[in-house]
């Protein structure tokens, strides 16, 4: 019978605060053995071979589990495995609530509106990167742990069955375009234009789930007009898949969205386009070398710690006035397109 584990994570927070919570993972199981993680089902695919976690558990906030019945479930669930510790880094009611609900005796979260319900509160540092400051949970611990992921063989096998689909070999060189976000004002407009330049010189795969794939055929038809090679892996992939293909990419191009982070997770370089928010909030590029653009001068940037659905003044400078060639002088700035030829 597999031993219990004594420590407890609850993030259910988006996917890409998910990924940055890794090295806050593995620090804890440096001092604690493996952890368990409640995260939203989603995340739990992804992170559930990640080498600091023991299990994954599923908690559905806004499906199967929603309100407070679907968490006083989970809550009895949680009381059996009897862990010692709780760490809550996303400072949210419901997961402090949660870890009391459990009779989890010790419960270490941010100081803020609901740190009365834990036992131990720590401050958030304002500055740095969203990976390290989460790592203040950890008492100290370095910010040498960087956020990483681990795919499976067999997804690395689906990534190589679907370039090969696609015609395209594992010699040349790739790169991948991520042209959404869930927040609309992300987005930025012109990636079909910048996949037709870059087909001259290296293939291009889109990255996204199902709600990408519009976004995904765009890019495919610019290319194919080009001459270029093109997939479009919107939809078709897991999300552990999808970070194989990032991994596998010499190059990714995002919007400030999780691909983002599942690029800094598998140590891929990454342009990333910042249009209604901006790097200093703490979720840019971490790796040295990676580039942030964004249009400075901009009185409304940054205008919401999100990106709201829509510009809210009807005009989306931030994004129509950052140009292709811009972009595309970023990518030349990297050197990973030279690394790979």
């Known amino acids: 019978m597999r031993a219990s584990a004594h420590t407890l994570v609850i993030q259910t ?3 890409g605060d998910v990924v ?8 804890l199981a440096v001092r604690h053995g493996p952890v368990d993680i409640v995260t939203t089902p989603t995340a739990a695919l992804l992170i559930e071979t990640h080498p600091a976690v023991r299990q994954t558990i599923s908690y559905d906030k806004r499906g199967a589990d929603r309100g407070w019945d679907g968490l006083r479930r989970l809550a009895r669930g949680l009381r059996q495995e009897r862990y010692r510790r ?9 997961s402090a609530a949660l870890a009391l609900l459990a009779r989890i005796p010790c419960r270490i979260g941010f100081a803020g509106t609901w740190s009365f319900l834990y036992t131990e ?7 740095g990167h969203e990976s390290d400051r989460l790592l203040a949970l950890a008492d100290g611990a370095p910010a040498a742990y960087p956020p990483h992921l681990r795919p499976t063989p067999i997804d690395v096998q689906a990534v190589a069955d679907l370039l090969e689909g696609a015609g395209i070999g594992y010699a040349a060189p790739l790169i991948a375009i991520a042209p959404g976000s869930i927040w609309g004002s992300k987005r930025w407009p012109y990636y079909a234009e910048l996949a037709a330049e870059l087909a001259t010189t290296c293939a291009v795969v889109a990255v996204g789930g199902p709600e990408d794939v519009s976004l995904g055929d765009q ?11 093109a997939v479009n892996a919107c939809g078709k992939l897991t999300l552990r898949q999808s970070a194989a293909l990032i991994g596998r990419a010499a ?10 982070h599942l690029a800094t997770a598998m140590g891929t370089p990454v342009v990333a386009v910042f249009g209604p928010t901006v790097p200093e909030f703490g979720f840019g590029p ?6 942030s653009l964004g249009i400075d001068g901009l ?3 940054p205008c919401s710690a999100h990106g709201p659905p829509a510009c809210p003044l009807g005009h989306h400078r931030c994004m129509r006035e950052l140009t292709v060639e811009a972009v595309l002088a970023a990518i030349e700035e990297t050197g990973a397109l030279r690394r790979r030829r």
Request: hydrophobic fraction near 40%.
């Open 299 to 301: 009185q409304c940037r």
């Open 20 to 27: 940055l919570t890794t090295p806050l993972l593995t620090a």
């Open 219 to 229: 890019i495919v038809r610019a290319v194919e007009s080009s001459g270029g090679q």
């Open 13 to 15: 927070a988006f996917l």
């Open 251 to 260: 190059l990714v191009v995002t919007n400030d969205s999780a691909p983002l």
């Open 121 to 127: 509160s720590r401050r958030k540092p304002a500055e």
């Open 86 to 94: 709780a760490y809550i880094p996303h400072r949210s009611l419901r």
């Open 286 to 291: 971490l790796r040295a070398g990676d580039v």
